[in-house]
């Protein structure tokens, strides 16, 4: 990181726009070290959310009255912001849905579902979350396809040695996080994509950890889907969005039925709209989808070259840090291959343990599996704790883990 | 090394009530989960050949042991536990559990309201589902030695 990005970024000022973390606790000043589960909202995705309640909700693409007008604008409004924020060519790529479990579900079931045959393969990686691994597993379940994986290097990060003999001519999917919601190891998506497309396979990526902490292209990396949450990304929970590239929209099927997402209905058949709405049935989270795009706007204007270089000063200045503790392991690679998250073990001290001493000095980490046990089995444990940081994070903030974590072993007499 | 061997020979014959006594005269969550943290340290060893898998206690995310069996005193059989976890936290526990199931009989074991205990001490509350699920998981082992061997 350069002197010029830290001069430039004013990591208090940024903290200071988030009403929760103004908050005095009895414990202290909140440290919040869990973004990667879910992320605070800035005052402006907050007051965005009152704007729309009090000034002009109705429900979406129904009523033609002054509500429903302004309603639709602003839906489309946030639709164009998130498609320029990934790199989309169109607004119309982008589909709103419940979230990123939800939008890889209907990716798994609505693109697979028919094309997948017995034999085919999904390729999928050791380290994805269980949303992007247990609808491939049950859609290989349920077509008779093999779900194979990509193996791990000694430091966590995919064998890339093992791209060409892993995807062949019998996969049909590869499906991958951009980030590990566990190690933060970030993947080489492009370069998946080249070797898929290769081979006539199409490319699905989990962007829920990526997508918030660095700069997406989805025409760039001509990935096939993209879905996120808004929710890690400093937006609204109950919204996440399903991009896909033209094509791939044209032959996705809907597993959701109802609402807007019908072309024609009649007693013997229903004929779909095209998508965004294919992919949107009932009502949307319409305030949430809107406040998206103010998360988005918020996040524009700080600029992802700061974003990234605030959580990288984070991620070294915590990773230094813990590694001066005694007994302390660190999973996944080094710092120059992932994002801002740290999963770790202290010998001795259960990681639920350490979660719930950290919480007594207001350092709110999580501790566990993380939504995903194939990496923990492989990691060969069966729970670590995991910090992970966001913008609003500081370099207090991470002075206040080690000094909980130091706590937690005199309390848990490891000094 | 004398004054810690009497002092965990005192714990070990701690009663519930005493236990609760000292518990709730503490100010707040943080003093009682630091007491519950001593009173992990002073669990009595469990032998290392019992940490098998047949001896887990399903429902933790920590590695909890539990051995239930019968031993008789003075004429009467009562019901004897060890156990063990890989959680501080959660020894701290088991030592609540084993001072409440104390030289009791299957059947007073049975007829004893843990529930009421745990209310009682605010567990439900301070801990985190996981931990309850847990919790609740070893008094169901406990329950059902219990059940099989009551009279």
Not at chain 1, 205 to 232: E, I, N, R, Y
Request: with cysteine.
């Amino acid at each position: 990181m350069s002197d010029t990005n830290s001069e430039q970024f004013d990591a208090e000022a940024v903290r200071s726009q988030f009403p929760v973390l103004n908050q005095k606790l009895k414990q202290g000043r909140p440290v919040f070290l869990d973004s990667a589960a879910s992320a605070q909202k800035p005052n402006v995705v907050i007051e965005k959310e009152r704007e729309v309640e009090e000034q002009y909700f109705a429900n979406a693409y129904r009523g033609r009255h002054s509500f429903g007008e302004r309603i639709n604008e602003e839906l489309e409004s946030s639709r164009q912001k998130i498609a320029d924020f990934i790199g989309a060519s169109s607004a119309a790529q982008i589909s709103f849905t419940a979230g990123t479990t939800l939008g890889l579900n209907q990716v798994a079931f609505g693109w697979g579902r028919g094309r997948v045959q017995a034999g085919d393969e999904i390729v999928v990686t050791p380290m994805e979350h269980h949303a992007n691994f247990v609808p491939w597993q049950q859609l290989a379940m349920e077509t008779g396809a093999i779900l194979k994986l990509l193996p791990l290097t000694d430091d966590a990060r995919l064998d890339a040695s093992a791209f060409t003999s892993v995807i062949t001519e019998r996969t049909k999917i590869v499906a991958v996080t951009a980030m590990s919601n566990v190690l933060g190891t970030i993947n080489p998506v492009s370069e998946l994509v080249r070797y898929a497309h290769a081979v006539g396979a199409i490319v699905v990526v989990d962007g829920a950890q990526s997508v918030p902490h660095s700069l997406t292209d989805v025409t760039a990396d001509d990935v096939d889907f993209l879905v996120f949450g808004g929710h890690k990304i400093y937006g609204p929970t109950g919204v996440g969005v399903i991009y896909g590239r033209a094509d791939r929209l044209e032959e996705i099927q809907p597993i959701v039925f109802g609402g807007h997402m019908v072309s024609d209905v009649s007693v013997e058949r229903s004929g779909w709209a095209s998508c965004p709405a294919r992919l949107e049935a009932g009502t949307l989270p319409i305030v949430q989808a809107i406040a998206l795009g103010a998360a988005i706007d918020w996040v524009n204007e700080i600029g992802f070259d700061l974003v990234q270089a605030h959580e990288h000063s984070l991620l070294l200045a915590a990773t230094n840090r813990l590694m001066e503790i005694p007994g302390m392991t660190i999973f996944g690679p080094s710092s120059d291959y992932k994002g801002a998250i740290i999963a770790f073990r202290i010998d001795n001290l259960h990681p639920e343990d350490l979660a719930a001493m950290l919480d007594r000095r207001a350092v709110m980490t999580r501790h566990g599996h993380h939504c995903a046990m194939p990496l923990h089995e492989l990691l060969g444990v069966t729970a670590t704790t995991r910090a992970s940081f966001a913008v609003y994070n500081t370099l207090e903030d991470v002075d206040a883990l080690i000094d909980a974590v130091q706590f937690a072993r005199q309390k848990l007499r490891l000094v | 090394m004398i004054l810690a061997a009497a002092e965990s020979l005192q714990v070990r014959t701690m009663t519930i009530d005493e236990l609760l006594e000292e518990f709730e005269e503490l100010l707040d969550w943080e003093e009682q989960c630091d007491f519950l943290i001593d009173l992990g340290f002073e669990l009595p060893h469990f032998p290392v050949e019992l940490k098998c898998d047949e001896n887990i206690v399903r429902g933790c995310q920590s590695l909890v042991w539990l051995v239930a069996e019968h031993v008789v005193g003075n004429g009467v059989s009562m019901v004897s536990i060890q156990a063990d976890s890989d959680s501080m936290i959660v020894k701290g526990l088991i030592a609540v559990l084993l001072a409440a199931y104390s030289k009791k009989t299957a059947q007073q074991i049975l007829d004893t309201d843990i529930e009421a205990l745990f209310e009682r001490m605010g567990l439900n509350q301070h801990l985190s589902s996981t931990r309850r699920n847990g919790l609740h998981g070893m008094v169901q082992r406990v329950r059902c030695f219990a059940a099989e061997h009551a009279v």
